[in-house]
């Protein structure tokens, strides 16, 4: 069985800032987590830009929405941005630490690029579908057949 994950964008989608933390469109994101009924529900967000930030995240945020949105998160695969940069170091052949976060940006501002980069080079995502629930992201569907691999976009504001 293909395994569904779901990843949440932090920022406009289920908080409203990093800083502040509280919590917003909390029935929509449910309706839609009850809906897709994934296997894991994880973390895809600009706003966690290091591992200090993922701590931060886990302590402050985590707890509320959690018990918001009524599923535990699994932040073992949330990746960060110093993350997602060496998943493109490693995949582009480059050297460790090359690339910087302004580089990553310039690359992969728009969202979705981003998540597919890691959707395909991250943590072994081999025969499962990934859903990106994002403030700025097109509803998009993306079939890669080689990996058996789905990765779709869901724009927050479409639920």
Do not use: H
Not at 45 to 52: F, M, T, V
């Amino acid at each position: 069985m293909t395994e569904k994950i779901v990843f949440l964008d932090l920022e406009d989608t289920v908080i409203d800032t990093f800083a502040d933390g509280n919590l917003v469109r909390t029935a929509a994101v449910r309706r839609f987590l009850a809906q897709e009924r994934p296997q894991r529900v994880a973390l895809f967000s600009y706003a966690l830009w290091d591992e200090r930030d993922r701590r931060n995240c886990e302590r402050r945020l985590v707890p509320g929405l959690q018990e918001s949105l009524g599923v535990a998160l699994d932040l073992t695969i949330s990746p960060t941005i110093d993350d997602l940069r060496r998943i493109v170091e490693r995949t582009r052949r480059m050297a460790a630490g090359s690339l910087s976060q302004q580089d990553f940006f310039d690359w992969f501002g728009r969202k979705e690029e981003g998540f597919i980069q890691f959707a395909r080079f991250g943590p072994g995502f081999e025969g499962q579908t990934l859903v990106l629930l994002d403030d700025m992201v097109p509803e998009m569907e993306l079939r890669m057949p080689a990996s058996d691999l789905i990765v779709r976009t869901v724009p927050v504001q479409s639920l």
